[in-house]
């Protein structure tokens, strides 16, 4: 069975992090969760891009225990994004509650 999203970030992020931000964006204008979501969304797209650099960059190293920790940092990165595409999820969903 596939994993949500809220899933994976829970077993990423630690879960009293991510009550305390669905808590805290009850509380923010919404202009305020639009200008967070579009800084999360710029983060993930700076990490992504980090990533395909690194990629990169491993295909034309032969230092194989460089590649392992460039292969770490990759790991680490998509653990953030995996974090940060819940908050925005959080954050669309606030926004769309608040439309109703």
């Known amino acids: 069975m ?5 899933e994976m ?5 630690e879960p009293d992090k991510l009550e305390t931000f669905a808590m805290a964006i009850t509380q923010l204008p919404l202009e305020t969760l639009h200008n967070e979501r ?8 700076h990490l992504q891009r980090s990533n395909r650099e690194i990629e990169q960059y491993i295909a034309e190293t032969v ?3 460089e590649k392992r920790e ?10 953030v994004i995996t974090g940060q595409m819940v908050r ?11 439309a109703q």
């Open 63 to 65: 230092d194989e225990k």
């Open 88 to 98: 925005i999820e959080m954050i669309k969903s606030e926004i769309t509650r608040r």
């Open 2 to 6: 596939a994993r949500t999203i809220f």
């Open 9 to 13: 970030a829970t077993s990423v992020d």
């Open 70 to 79: 460039m292969h770490d940092v990759i790991a680490e990165n998509e653990d």
């Open 38 to 45: 579009s800084r999360i969304e710029n983060s993930v797209g």
